[in-house]
């Protein structure tokens, strides 16, 4: 299925936007679910948005819905997380997500944890820091 390379990450102030990239395979992105989670310092993975190729639609966190939002280039094979009004819970490493199936329910209602092994394909992570 290829790689997938995320960027956009840097530190910014407070208040401020991001837009994270991840390039992916032409294969997976016309037939996977493809999303994004993150890693806080210290804590569990948790789910962030996932773009659900089966039905159109997207779909994400309470932490981040209204603040984030998804969307794909198929021509480009690129997926986007556009974050605004960033915060230091935002502080996080993001990787770009994909797997033939949606995620599991209980990890999108956060009623499970977020394991590796609920998606089939990672990105390396990219680091974005805000600071006050």
């Known amino acids: 299925q290829g790689q997938w390379v995320e960027s956009g990450g840097e530190s910014v102030q407070d208040g401020r936007s991001l837009r994270l990239s991840c390039v992916g395979s032409?294969?997976?992105?016309?037939?996977?679910?493809v999303g994004w989670v993150r890693q806080a310092p210290g804590k569990g993975l948790e789910w962030v948005s996932t773009?659900?190729?089966?039905?159109?639609?997207?779909d994400y966190s309470d932490s981040v819905k209204g603040r984030f939002t998804i969307s794909k280039d198929n021509a480009k094979n690129t997926l986007y997380l556009q974050m605004n009004t960033l915060n230091s819970e935002d502080t996080a490493v993001y990787y770009c997500?994909?797997?033939?199936?949606?995620?599991?329910?209980?990890?999108?209602?956060?009623?499970?944890?977020?394991?590796?092994?609920?998606?089939?394909?990672w990105g390396q992570g990219t680091q974005v820091t805000v600071s006050s």
């Open positions: 032409e294969l997976s992105f016309n037939s996977f679910c």
């Open positions: 773009f659900y190729h089966h039905e159109d639609r997207t």
């Open positions: 997500v994909a797997d033939a199936g949606p995620p599991p329910a209980g990890v999108v209602s956060g009623l499970l944890p977020l394991r590796r092994a609920d998606f089939d394909y």
